[in-house]
């Protein structure tokens, strides 16, 4: 029964903190240019950030990918609740079966969304899940990033997730499309650029909280 109840638990508390945010996003003009002609693209950002960003999820038609462990099962049902979709699966369980699931949920206009150093790192080193995905999708890369002024850390977690606390100041920073070049090396060439613009996102939302 506890199991059960734990995701709309999570989904109310979640939702008031939620409520008591100073939320900023700021979008590329890529970006803008890709929304407004309704184009597809994959979400790209680091693990330990999305607690500051699952609910942007249905606003930009995205969907998450989501692991298959029980903790997973939660966190699907609160994206479920926050009227977006998921797709389960990683790249060490269920790879195969979240693919197939990205695709069909691209063909229906859902945008995937990848936690590119997961799932179980090293920490922001960008995996070649995400080049893969939008190689065969034939769609840009647009990462998306986060920073809050009071977070609190998940210090004994891999990827120390941060969760904003109330009352706390959000700078959301998307970047500009990242088109996955046609070469035979292209994890080699792409994963760089990828890096760069997640990190350069969340160091200007930091610039901006500062």
Aim: charged share 25%; proline share 6%; net charge positive.
């Amino acid at each position: 029964m506890l199991k059960k109840l734990a995701p709309y638990l999570l989904f109310a508390v979640y939702s008031l903190i939620r409520c008591t945010w100073r939320v900023r996003v700021t979008e590329s003009e890529g970006l803008k240019k890709l929304l407004a002609e309704n184009k597809l693209f994959v979400v790209a950002h680091w693990h330990g950030e999305e607690l500051g960003i699952i609910y942007l999820l249905k606003p930009y038609h995205v969907a998450a990918i989501v692991s298959q462990s029980s903790d997973g099962e939660i966190m699907a049902k609160v994206i479920e609740l926050f009227g977006s979709t998921t797709v389960r699966g990683s790249s060490t369980r269920g790879g195969v079966g979240a693919l197939k699931g990205i695709l069909t949920l691209a063909k229906k206009g859902w945008r995937p969304s990848v936690a590119v150093d997961g799932p179980k790192g090293p920490r922001h080193e960008v995996k070649p899940g995400v080049i893969e995905i939008a190689k065969i999708l034939k769609v840009p890369v647009v990462t998306i990033s986060m920073a809050s002024s009071k977070p609190f850390i998940f210090k004994k977690s891999w990827n120390k997730s941060e969760l904003p606390l109330p009352f706390s100041k959000i700078e959301v920073v998307w970047g500009n499309p990242i088109e996955v070049p046609n070469t035979e090396d292209v994890i080699e060439a792409f994963s760089p650029e990828v890096k760069r613009s997640l990190h350069a996102g969340r160091e200007k939302a930091l610039h901006i909280l500062d």
